[in-house]
């Protein structure tokens, strides 16, 4: 064991699983639970001499004159090059493919398996060495660390996949070759953290509490680099598992390395009188120690985390277990350890990419600061939103074409649009652009199942970097839906609303949408308005009755009471006004239908002795009917009556009968209240139980007539005939509901 500690070093290194560095960037991006305060997010700009740097070169190793990079060719082969601080030159190295870690100017590469190459990168240096692990020790033998001009190997020992671990380096010339271990049971090695003098080296054994078992127990080592002492039981700590893809770190007041305990990545720091246990959750399952600074741990997972998202570099307090972590780095994919104990880390903040030091600054927290920029657009702006800023959904099949340009393309960018009035919103992911940066989409003017209700809406993308360069962007804007009314829509989307009430007295609401499914009439979605509609004995849809567009219903309870309900626009309705008493002496109320021609719903109901009554529509809230006016008598004769607007071409609205025999009845409305002569429009219309007037239910600009009973549901699509009205459609309505419901409105 080396002597205690007498100078503080302001980083720690580590050698993790970016100690072998190949090629590949991988790109990261911030978990959202730990995000970091503005003030504490240190990035600094670029220094002046600021150098390019390949985008895709990874960071190997820094000394005090250069640092060497990996990279892959346009024929994917590795390229290592040497980096001068002090002119920016660079000098390709053609020893090796795989680079190493030796936090020194000496550059340590080696083929991926026996052979190991060693080269003094600095000024006038011509010193080099190369070993053959399989000749120096034997087959098997593998590099596990590398401190300085310094080896470290495992060797096998024989048969039962026993190692020792051995020290390899150049005394006058000469190899020289030092057994750093001393139990014959050992299993593995890996050095995790050095500096110049001191490494920390983790190791599993074999032991045998008995003659017929065995386990594995595991442990962590701090040694001299220079020592010659062989790493024993007295010198070592017990600690939980660790792979080869745990990491460490070393400075004068703590020692870090990771550990697996039951399934959990954990960052173990140790000092005086500190010892910190950080659990990882499953995203960070990967993450490395990068280092320590001053009382601050840097880590993070370089590539992509085990969810697949994109991880910062983080840092977080040793010495306050409560404190949140915050991002260093927006991304980072390798780390590199320097001789004074600064880390050299390619990775991005929101304005730059490319390769950062990292010290401490004057407050002990870490900074990073920009050593060579890649000249990649980290940034992601959009530049060219094009959408509309009126749309009219009127026509059937009616689609809103959107489209935003990107900086650049490779984005994620999502979608969300609101409607203003209700909070009800689409979201969707873009589709990646084919050949440019233009993400678009085409609306069909549907929203949470329905048909779009009108009014204003906001629309707002937030496109984030898939490479996790740069920050987040977003832009927003706002467009108008329109329609026109339909009397019988509730929701404010210019599709017909159909009002059913069960026995138990519950009333619902089917919307349906208002273009065909080939030759059949489909419905969006069923909502649920209320309880207690029992107390009423006749609900009738009236049209826009109190000056608002949404359509409104009256309902008459058994003391003869009428009772309008204002719908809001939104599927709902306003608390109910009383409109009148003495309705009890009508058999049948319809509604809904413009009679005299003043552009108001007008209201039609019949007494006992078959007198026709019109209540002219007034447009108020409180007083939505004038006085009744006698249209005339014999009306008797008919089971039901609907109002259901102008269907045979004239401009004002008309009514059909149907008398006990089944019969059905056209009167045409001739604008002041009253009816030309009734034409005889067909038979067979007593095997339904109710006739509604649903408004516009195809979106043609005539009124529809849907049907309902035990035989089925139906809608009867209005042709502008006199003499042929109705073209009858299928419709999935109600289907099997035939007896379900006892008032259609």
């Given at each position: 064991?080396?002597?205690?500690?007498t100078?503080?070093?302001?980083?720690?290194?580590?050698?993790?699983?970016?100690?072998?560095?190949?090629?590949?960037?991988?790109?990261?991006?911030?978990?959202?639970?730990?995000?970091?305060?503005?003030?504490?997010?240190?990035?600094?700009?670029?220094?002046?001499?600021?150098?390019?740097?390949?985008?895709?070169?990874?960071?190997?190793?820094?000394?005090?004159?250069?640092?060497l990079?990996?990279?892959?060719?346009?024929?994917?082969?590795?390229?290592?090059?040497?980096?001068?601080?002090?002119?920016?030159s660079?000098?390709?190295?053609?020893?090796?493919?795989?680079?190493?870690?030796?936090?020194?100017?000496?550059?340590?590469?080696?083929?991926?398996?026996?052979?190991?190459?060693?080269?003094?990168?600095?000024?006038?240096?011509?010193?080099?060495?190369?070993?053959?692990?399989?000749?120096?020790?034997?087959?098997?033998?593998?590099?596990?660390?590398?401190?300085?001009?310094n080896?470290?190997?495992?060797v096998?020992?024989?048969?039962?996949?026993?190692?020792?671990?051995w020290?390899?380096?150049?005394?006058?010339?000469v190899?020289?070759?030092?057994?750093r271990?001393?139990?014959?049971?050992?299993?593995?090695?890996?050095?995790?953290?050095?500096?110049?003098?001191?490494?920390?080296?983790?190791s599993?054994?074999?032991?045998?509490?008995?003659?017929?078992t065995?386990?594995?127990?595991?442990?962590?080592?701090?040694?001299?680099?220079n020592?010659?002492?062989?790493?024993?039981?007295?010198?070592?700590?017990?600690?939980?598992?660790?792979?080869?893809?745990?990491?460490?770190?070393?400075?004068?007041?703590?020692?870090?390395?990771?550990?697996?305990?039951?399934g959990v990545?954990?960052?173990?720091?140790?000092?005086?009188?500190?010892?910190?246990?950080?659990?990882?959750?499953?995203?960070?399952?990967?993450?490395?120690?990068?280092?320590?600074?001053?009382?601050?741990?840097?880590?993070?997972?370089?590539g992509?985390?085990?969810?697949?998202?994109?991880?910062?570099?983080?840092?977080?307090?040793?010495?306050?277990?409560t404190a949140?972590?915050?991002?260093?780095?927006?991304?980072?994919?390798?780390?590199?350890?320097?001789?004074?104990?600064?880390?050299?880390?390619?990775?991005?903040?929101?304005?730059?990419?490319?390769?950062?030091r990292?010290?401490?600054?004057?407050?002990?927290?870490?900074?990073?600061?920009?050593v060579?920029?890649?000249?990649?657009?980290?940034?992601?702006k959009?530049?060219?939103?094009?959408?509309?800023?009126?749309?009219?959904?009127?026509?059937?099949?009616?689609?809103v074409?959107?489209?935003?340009?990107?900086?650049?393309?490779?984005?994620?960018?999502?979608?969300?649009?609101?409607?203003?009035?209700?909070?009800?919103?689409?979201?969707?992911?873009?589709?990646q652009?084919?050949?440019?940066?233009?993400?678009?989409?085409?609306?069909?003017?549907?929203?949470?199942?329905?048909?779009a209700?009108?009014?204003?809406?906001?629309?707002?993308?937030?496109?984030?970097?898939n490479?996790?360069?740069?920050?987040?962007?977003?832009?927003?804007?706002?467009?108008?839906?329109?329609?026109?009314?339909?009397?019988?829509?509730?929701?404010?989307?210019?599709?017909?609303?159909?009002?059913?009430?069960?026995?138990?007295?519950?009333?619902?609401?089917?919307?349906?949408?208002?273009?065909?499914?080939?030759?059949?009439?489909?419905?969006a979605?069923?909502?649920?308005v209320?309880?207690?509609?029992?107390?009423?004995?006749?609900?009738?849809?009236?049209?826009?009755?109190?000056?608002?567009?949404?359509?409104?219903?009256?309902?008459?309870?058994?003391?003869?009471?009428?009772?309008?309900?204002?719908g809001?626009?939104?599927g709902?309705?306003?608390?109910?006004?009383?409109?009148?008493?003495?309705?009890?002496?009508?058999?049948?109320?319809?509604?809904?239908?413009?009679?005299?021609?003043?552009?108001?719903?007008?209201?039609?109901?019949t007494?006992?002795?078959?007198?026709?009554?019109?209540?002219?529509?007034?447009?108020?809230?409180?007083?939505?009917?004038?006085?009744r006016?006698?249209?005339g008598?014999?009306?008797?004769?008919?089971?039901?009556?609907?109002?259901?607007?102008?269907?045979?071409?004239?401009?004002?609205?008309?009514?059909?009968?149907?008398?006990?025999?089944?019969?059905?009845?056209m009167?045409?409305?001739?604008?002041?209240?009253?009816?030309?002569?009734?034409?005889?429009?067909?038979?067979?219309?007593?095997?339904?139980?109710?006739?509604?007037?649903?408004?516009?239910?195809?979106a043609?600009?005539?009124?529809?007539?849907?049907?309902?009973?035990?035989?089925?549901?139906?809608?009867?699509?209005?042709?502008?005939?006199?003499?042929?009205?109705?073209?009858?459609?299928?419709?999935?309505?109600?289907?099997?509901?035939?007896?379900?419901?006892?008032?259609?409105?």
């Amino acid at each position: 064991m080396v002597s205690p500690r007498t100078a503080r070093r302001s980083l720690g290194a580590s050698v993790a699983t970016v100690l072998a560095v190949t090629v590949g960037v991988g790109v990261l991006a911030s978990p959202g639970a730990v995000a970091a305060p503005a003030a504490l997010i240190r990035a600094t700009g670029a220094t002046t001499g600021e150098a390019n740097l390949p985008l895709g070169a990874e960071i190997v190793s820094t000394g005090d004159t250069g640092y060497l990079t990996s990279r892959m060719d346009g024929s994917g082969n590795t390229v290592l090059e040497w980096h001068k601080y002090a002119d920016g030159s660079v000098l390709p190295i053609s020893t090796g493919t795989v680079g190493h870690d030796s936090a020194s100017d000496i550059v340590v590469t080696s083929d991926g398996g026996s052979m190991v190459f060693l080269r003094d990168m600095k000024e006038g240096a011509t010193w080099s060495a190369s070993y053959d692990l399989a000749s120096e020790f034997q087959p098997g033998a593998k590099l596990v660390g590398v401190v300085g001009d310094n080896v470290f190997v495992k060797v096998p020992t024989g048969s039962g996949g026993y190692h020792e671990l051995w020290q390899l380096a150049q005394v006058d010339g000469v190899a020289k070759k030092t057994k750093r271990s001393s139990n014959s049971y050992s299993m593995d090695f890996k050095v995790v953290a050095s500096t110049s003098d001191v490494l920390i080296v983790l190791s599993s054994n074999r032991v045998f509490p008995s003659s017929t078992t065995f386990r594995t127990e595991y442990w962590q080592t701090r040694t001299g680099v220079n020592s010659d002492a062989v790493i024993d039981s007295g010198s070592r700590q017990n600690i939980a598992p660790w792979t080869q893809a745990s990491t460490g770190a070393y400075s004068a007041d703590y020692e870090a390395w990771v550990e697996y305990r039951a399934g959990v990545t954990e960052l173990v720091v140790d000092g005086t009188h500190v010892h910190q246990r950080f659990a990882m959750d499953s995203s960070l399952s990967g993450a490395v120690i990068a280092g320590v600074t001053r009382d601050t741990l840097l880590y993070g997972v370089p590539g992509k985390a085990a969810d697949g998202t994109l991880s910062p570099l983080y840092a977080r307090s040793i010495t306050d277990s409560t404190a949140t972590p915050y991002k260093l780095l927006e991304h980072f994919s390798s780390v590199a350890h320097a001789p004074d104990g600064g880390l050299l880390v390619r990775g991005a903040t929101a304005d730059n990419d490319g390769l950062f030091r990292i010290g401490e600054g004057n407050d002990g927290l870490p900074s990073a600061t920009l050593v060579a920029d890649t000249g990649r657009i980290t940034a992601v702006k959009v530049t060219e939103p094009r959408v509309p800023t009126t749309v009219s959904l009127e026509k059937p099949g009616t689609t809103v074409p959107m489209e935003w340009t990107l900086s650049r393309a490779n984005a994620a960018v999502d979608l969300t649009l609101t409607h203003t009035a209700t909070g009800r919103k689409l979201t969707k992911r873009l589709p990646q652009p084919v050949s440019d940066s233009r993400f678009a989409f085409v609306w069909d003017g549907v929203l949470e199942g329905i048909s779009a209700p009108n009014g204003a809406y906001t629309w707002q993308i937030t496109a984030t970097p898939n490479d996790g360069v740069g920050g987040t962007a977003t832009a927003q804007g706002t467009f108008q839906v329109s329609r026109q009314a339909n009397p019988h829509d509730f929701s404010d989307n210019g599709s017909t609303d159909v009002l059913a009430r069960d026995a138990s007295g519950v009333l619902w609401r089917d919307d349906l949408f208002d273009w065909l499914s080939g030759s059949r009439v489909t419905t969006a979605k069923r909502t649920r308005v209320g309880t207690g509609w029992q107390v009423y004995n006749q609900i009738e849809t009236a049209g826009n009755l109190a000056g608002t567009s949404p359509g409104d219903l009256v309902a008459r309870d058994a003391s003869g009471a009428l009772w309008m309900y204002q719908g809001r626009g939104d599927g709902t309705f306003t608390t109910r006004v009383k409109v009148g008493t003495g309705w009890q002496i009508y058999k049948q109320i319809t509604g809904g239908s413009d009679l005299t021609g003043d552009g108001r719903p007008d209201l039609l109901a019949t007494d006992a002795s078959g007198v026709l009554w019109l209540y002219k529509g007034t447009g108020s809230s409180s007083a939505p009917f004038a006085t009744r006016v006698r249209v005339g008598g014999g009306w008797q004769i008919y089971n039901q009556i609907t109002a259901v607007g102008n269907i045979a071409g004239t401009t004002a609205g008309d009514l059909v009968a149907r008398d006990a025999s089944g019969v059905l009845w056209m009167y045409q409305g001739n604008g002041t209240g009253k009816f030309t002569a009734r034409v005889r429009i067909g038979s067979g219309w007593n095997a339904f139980s109710h006739l509604v007037g649903a408004g516009d239910v195809t979106a043609d600009g005539r009124p529809d007539l849907i049907t309902y009973g035990p035989n089925g549901t139906y809608v009867y699509r209005s042709t502008g005939s006199t003499t042929a009205p109705f073209n009858r459609l299928t419709t999935n309505l109600y289907a099997g509901e035939g007896t379900k419901f006892n008032n259609i409105a």
